[in-house]
């Protein structure tokens, strides 16, 4: 048996996915061409652009494909911040690597950087964020859901402050891990720029795509032809963006009550966990938060050592953000909540999808109390904490 | 019937790379990822690095995969100069825009750019780039092969005349439209960074590949996680990199047969034009050039009213680059060769591919001199000359 519980950092292709992307791998022109084979790729591509907009609730002609989300995340920013001399830019202390360290980057390149501190659940409080706004403030970064804790920020309501402070201020949110799993509208939120990606609503990798509010001047940071606006050149990955807008239909058909019993299978998860295994903590906002997430301490024992267990008993789950895996550093997030070295180095996070069942949950729950507790027998932590 | 002769704007999928892309769309665990599913990837990622590095003489740790081959023209060039205070940058006048417009890009922004001349069939002359060599120098970018005209540029030459001249700056070349074509090889071409794309080779769109000779350091564009040593942050495309190292393998297994076939089938087309046509010019070098290519100004005619009618016969041509396409300019190619902006704008690009076949070259040579002729009646231009 193998129980894939890492959704958050990739999903599997749903087969509608594959079958789209099969039956368009015979168009291959260049979407760019006059001739007919550009034109089949060119109406793929329109058509795949109508579906993802429909889902994020904006006009195809304010949405462009990239080639995941990093990059959707590094043109909104990077792009926009190329054609305004303002220089104070503000974001949370909990983005993913893809916004923070485009911050970090930027803050060792002239400007100044806000980063905003976060409650113990993992959320921006609107008003702190409003007390950070300056004459001088370019651009606000802050993701619409924690893709390791899943706490949901207030995104409308950090919005609202903006707006109310400046029409001038532009906003973006890294929506990759909320997308499919919490109500996206780019106009109900109040945003100008939105990323989101393919791979993590059962589509394929290397596509994303980034809204850009009609108004919103953003210049490029890679240069070539004119495709996408001259935003992002290169020629457009059809058959990929193809079946982005196949994983976009099928995630937003009855996605309420997918997310519904995704939500049911993760408190389940979550409570067998607290009655079978002592001395955890969960992570994240108890309510604000994706329906698919799960993240826990188990005191005195390493993350790493528990998902090499899981790994083979034939569970796959991450410490983390798999793009810093492999780095052994404690998670930024779990810090920024308050969490001390030894529990967030503890923590694994449990994210499920959306061909997920009982069974597998079940054999979660089997296998996990056993694992902690042979894993807490060989600690020297747990040594220590009997020694005192 | 339906003859596609605009393989260097794009090329079908080759059915290897179809089958090795549906076998490997099961394999979908992120490769950062430590459990089992992101060991899967991450072997299906090295396995494919080999074989591109192998295509390109290379060793697998000096290549990054990336999204395109204009991703890789910008981590190469953005990238190297981000980590050099020297400002003289050079490349020729008929670079691919991904390129030239990069060059653009960077003279607005304090950098100094030397454009070289090339002579009438579009080589650039190593002794001329040898005397725009200066101290301050960081790099230079020349193609391996032209997209328009399919001249091959003495890439050797060059890069023995800037080694003369210093070991510290820093030679690019884009090989996007030279690879699989004409002979490769990194390290007999003396080159520190080398672009490739796999659309073009019979493998997937939304792919690419940069090589960067050990020791050559250069910093990331795109910031995010630490995939692909940081430079080409993002999830990898898996599927889609495993289609180019099947379309790499299958290009180079027998490549001087294949492109002798395709050389033969261009050089049927290019005299039967020269035979059944008049008043025409064929471009680019007549023997330093790649097998496909063929590029033909017909006078007194626009080149997109030639693809219009031939498209209307089933047959795929263009007029340039795909990714200058609609704007109706004139190529800078052919301008920088010595043609007037009539010639250029009356010029056509066939470019042939694997599996192009006899019977469709003389498809094209039965349909192409009466739309040329249809069209010479039609044009004012015919007749003002004419008139004198």
């Given amino acids: 048996m193998r129980v894939y519980l890492d959704n958050n950092a990739t999903t599997p292709l749903a087969e509608e996915v594959k079958k789209e992307m099969?039956?368009?791998?015979?168009?291959?022109?260049?979407?760019?061409?006059m001739h007919k084979d550009g034109m089949l790729s060119r109406n793929l591509l329109?058509?795949?652009?109508?579906?993802?907009?429909?889902?994020?609730?904006?006009?195809?002609?304010?949405?462009?494909?990239?080639?995941?989300?990093?990059?959707?995340?590094?043109?909104?920013?990077?792009?926009?911040?190329?054609?305004?001399d303002k220089k104070h830019i503000i974001t949370s202390k909990i983005e993913h690597p893809a916004v923070l360290n485009v911050f970090k980057y930027l803050h060792n390149n002239g400007y100044e950087v806000t980063y905003l501190d976060v409650d113990e659940y993992g959320a921006?409080?609107?008003?702190?964020?409003?007390?950070?706004?300056?004459?001088d403030t370019a651009l606000v970064s802050i993701m619409t859901?924690?893709?390791?804790?899943?706490?949901i920020q207030p995104v409308k309501e950090i919005s609202e402050r903006i707006r109310e402070y400046s029409k001038d201020i532009v906003f973006h949110t890294d929506a990759v891990q909320g997308f499919g799993k919490t109500d996206i509208d780019v106009k109900k939120m109040g945003v100008d720029m939105m990323s989101v990606s393919a791979h993590k609503i059962n589509g394929p990798k290397g596509v994303g795509a980034l809204f850009i509010r009609k108004g919103v001047k953003i210049?490029?940071?890679?240069?070539?032809?004119?495709?996408?606006?001259?935003?992002?050149?290169?020629?457009?990955?059809?058959?990929?963006?193809?079946?982005?807008?196949k994983a976009?239909?099928?995630?937003?058909?009855?996605?309420?009550?997918?997310?519904?019993?995704?939500?049911?299978?993760?408190?389940?998860?979550?409570?067998?966990?607290?009655?079978?295994?002592?001395?955890?903590?969960?992570?994240?906002?108890?309510?604000?938060?994706?329906?698919n997430t799960l993240n826990v301490s188990f005191r005195d024992v390493e993350g790493e050592s528990i998902i090499m267990m899981l790994d083979m008993e034939g569970i796959?789950?991450?410490?983390?953000?798999?793009?810093t895996s492999g780095t052994l550093e404690a998670s930024h997030v779990l810090l920024s909540i308050g969490l001390d070295h030894a529990s967030a180095q503890g923590s694994v996070r449990f994210s499920l999808g959306v061909y997920n069942n009982e069974?597998?949950?079940?054999?979660?729950?089997?296998?996990l109390p056993g694992i902690i507790s042979r894993l807490r027998d060989m600690s020297p932590l747990a040594k220590k904490s009997e020694c005192k």
Same sequence: chains 1, 2.
């Fill in 219 to 245: 210049k490029p940071v890679f240069i070539g032809g004119h495709h996408e606006r001259g935003l992002r050149p290169g020629t457009e990955n059809v058959q990929g963006i193809a079946g982005f807008g």
């Fill in 46 to 84: 329109e058509k795949a652009r109508q579906k993802v907009s429909s889902g994020l609730g904006c006009s195809p002609d304010e949405l462009i494909f990239t080639g995941c989300g990093t990059e959707s995340d590094n043109i909104a920013i990077q792009g926009f911040l190329r054609g305004t």
């Fill in 145 to 151: 859901a924690n893709n390791e804790i899943g706490t």
């Fill in 316 to 323: 796959s789950v991450s410490t983390g953000s798999a793009c």
């Fill in 124 to 135: 921006v409080d609107p008003e702190l964020l409003a007390g950070a706004l300056r004459k």
């Fill in 248 to 291: 976009v239909e099928i995630a937003m058909a009855g996605m309420k009550e997918k997310n519904e019993k995704t939500g049911r299978l993760r408190d389940k998860l979550k409570e067998g966990i607290i009655r079978s295994i002592p001395n955890i903590k969960i992570n994240g906002h108890p309510e604000t938060v994706l329906p």
């Fill in 359 to 367: 069974q597998e949950i079940g054999y979660v729950l089997e296998k």
């Fill in 22 to 33: 099969a039956d368009s791998a015979g168009i291959f022109g260049n979407a760019s061409s």
